[in-house]
């Protein structure tokens, strides 16, 4: 089936203004079902892999699948140099995705979080080529380090300011991290470093269109079955203005995470349907679809990428339930990243091997209908 709709001219204007406004929620922390709205249609995405867990050496295929490319050696640079390169592509706990998009003449770049550390997105980004003054725009998922941690490898890059999306003022609380005792704290967003880094942060709970092409789903809500289980606490008040939270939230000296802040990053594209990113999956990945399937009117999901962390606190038995789960919405690809975890992976490849692709460093994926 393909998406409901087609591409819908707005003009720059209308797009800017509709980003800069936030427009289109229910209200302004409404995670009820909330009308579809315009977003864009491209013409052709690639979404590159500029922080992850895993890399891989120049040995790996390419892949031409129906509806997707995936450019193994290089990002799609050609094998042409005499000798290899000394220096690698870092691999670590983080994540980082580049998107770049078409519609018509125009180009757009979105870069979504900027992984754990500086060094290894300043060295992926050199070794990729990728020019820091040519992202147009940038989302940040969610306030947790392994996704914004990285943010000042792009301070001395950029000649200009480019906005920031973001889903909340939580986003900005000191996070400590349950994996220890006592529990190790993992910090918090600097926001006047970000700033000193050329970012405009724009806390959008409502769904937003990026530098015209792309769209975050806003706040999402839990609709299935999956549960916001986060192995982190946040504390109100510290990095983040206590005024600017959920009212429930406020008061609160420590409380559990419950992701109600992380947003999706989404395309819809031409003839094949929607893209969607989910980054960490801290509200539960199949409820990021939904959400973006919603928002968009695009009920056709071709691909799903990002982290799922279906590790603890979730357990084994939701990890193959959400396997499931993606079975009955069968999208045609699945990109599991980051946080996933070994056992939706294992499952997911018994039961679908044809819809999984296993992400690397560098890897670039590429959607365009008949390419
Ligand atoms: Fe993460």
Redesign the pocket.
């Known amino acids: 089936m393909m998406p409901h709709r087609s591409f819908v001219a707005l003009s720059r204007r209308q797009m800017l203004a509709i980003a800069g406004a936030g427009a289109f929620a229910v209200s302004t922390r409404s995670l009820s079902a909330t009308t579809a709205f315009p977003v864009p249609v491209v013409d052709r995405l690639s979404l590159q892999v500029l922080v992850d867990s895993a890399t891989f050496g120049s040995f790996l295929d390419d892949l031409n699948l129906p509806g997707m490319r995936v450019l193994r050696a290089r990002g799609g640079k050609p094998l042409n140099a005499p000798r290899m390169p000394p220096h690698a592509l870092l691999g670590e706990?983080?994540?980082s995705i580049l998107g770049e998009s078409q519609i018509a003449a125009s180009t757009r770049r979105v870069l979504v979080?900027f992984g754990y550390s500086r060094e290894a997105l300043a060295n992926n980004m050199q070794l990729l080529g990728i020019d820091a003054n040519a992202i147009d725009a940038a989302v940040l998922?969610?306030g947790?380090l392994?996704?914004y941690g990285g943010f000042p490898a792009l301070a001395q890059r950029r000649r200009r300011r480019i906005p920031l999306i973001a889903g909340d003022e939580e986003a900005f609380c000191e996070r400590m991290a349950m994996t220890g005792t006592p529990p190790p704290v993992m910090g918090m967003l600097d926001r006047a470093a970000l700033s000193r880094a050329g970012f405009d942060v724009m806390l959008r709970t409502a769904p937003t269109v990026v530098a015209d092409h792309a769209f975050t789903t806003g706040l999402i809500p839990l609709s299935s079955s999956e549960r916001a289980a986060i192995p982190t606490r946040m504390r109100p008040g510290i990095g983040c203005d206590r005024a600017g939270l959920n009212p429930a939230k406020r008061a609160a000296k420590e409380i559990p995470d419950d992701g109600e802040h992380e947003l999706a990053t989404c395309y819809v594209v031409k003839d094949l349907g929607l893209v969607v990113i989910a980054?960490?999956s801290?509200r539960g990945v199949i409820n990021s679809v939904r959400r973006a399937q919603a928002v968009s009117n695009v009920s056709k999901v071709h691909a799903v990428l990002g982290?799922f962390?279906l590790v603890r606190p979730r357990t084994e038995a939701e990890a193959r339930e959400t396997v499931a789960m993606f079975q009955q919405l069968d999208p045609a690809y699945i990109v599991p990243m980051?946080?996933t975890g070994e056992v939706f992976i294992t499952e997911a490849l018994r039961v679908m091997p044809q819809k999984i692709v296993r992400p690397y460093v560098g890897s670039k994926f590429v959607f365009a209908a008949g390419e």
């Open positions: 706990f983080g994540l979080d998922s969610h947790h392994d996704h980054s960490c801290h982290g962390h980051h946080c």
